[in-house]
């Protein structure tokens, strides 16, 4: 079957940094995505790690170790619209290789 | 580009009645998706078309849901009849191939409430 894992809510302050964590475990890996779902609307795509090491893009940077089936996305600069829903979704390979398997999700809420 | 395109979206619908969801994905995206969020649980995986063929339907609850992309365009879900546990966020996503680097489009979802 397919586990993924990651806190359920985060709190932190404008301006600041936030690592969002996500342990995977699944038959099989072919590559691990971060959403950024705000309420009501369509998860957009974040980062794409496949390899192991940090992709940095902007603001956000995600990190892949695939030994450990563990994952974070790095936030930094935090800003009032950071607030949402981080969805961490790993896609298997094999029967269902196009699919994704997400976790719960964790929502980030920035305070002044 | 105009984005994935979902209707309605919102429905709410008495136990036994029919539903049938809509999908506009991309255009040119041969790969379209159905997922479904339930309260308080992930996203969770219910079918893949290529084309106009059902590639993998391994997620599809029971025989109540019946999906169709006829022409290969758009897609419908159809619900049929309506159970309580059936409430909850319907996405539709598309990709370009099987395997896009830049992974799925998705839509914003129908909230479907079953009453």
């Known amino acids: 079957g397919q586990n993924i894992d990651q806190p359920t809510e985060m709190t932190a302050t404008e301006g600041a940094i936030v690592q969002i964590n996500c342990t995977y475990q699944?038959?099989?890996?072919?590559?691990l995505f971060w959403y950024q779902q705000h309420a009501g609307e369509a998860p957009t795509f974040l980062s794409y790690?496949?390899?192991?090491g940090l992709e940095e893009k902007g603001r956000f940077s995600s990190f892949l170790s695939r030994s450990k089936g563990y994952s974070y996305l790095l936030l930094k600069e935090l800003q009032m619209k950071d607030s949402a829903s981080y969805l961490c979704a790993v896609r298997a390979d094999g029967k269902g290789a196009n699919n994704l398997f997400f976790g719960t999700g964790t929502r980030l809420t920035v305070i002044p | 580009e105009a984005g994935v395109t979902q209707f309605p979206s919102h429905s709410v619908i008495e136990k036994g009645q029919t539903v049938t969801l809509r999908c506009d994905p991309i255009?040119?995206?041969?790969?379209l998706y159905w997922y479904r969020r339930v309260m308080g649980k992930e996203i969770k995986f219910l079918l893949h078309?290529?084309?106009?063929?059902?590639?993998?339907e391994s997620g599809m609850p029971n025989n109540r849901f019946l999906a169709e992309r006829t022409g290969g365009t758009y897609s419908t879900l159809k619900v049929q009849p309506a159970e309580l546990e059936d409430s909850g966020v319907y996405f539709c996503a598309s990709s370009r191939g099987g395997a896009d680097f830049y992974g799925y489009t998705f839509g914003s979802g129908t909230r479907l409430t079953v009453v």
């Open positions: 255009s040119g995206h041969d790969n």
């Open positions: 699944t038959s099989g890996f072919n590559g």
């Open positions: 790690n496949v390899l192991d």
């Open positions: 078309f290529v084309k106009e063929s059902k590639q993998d």
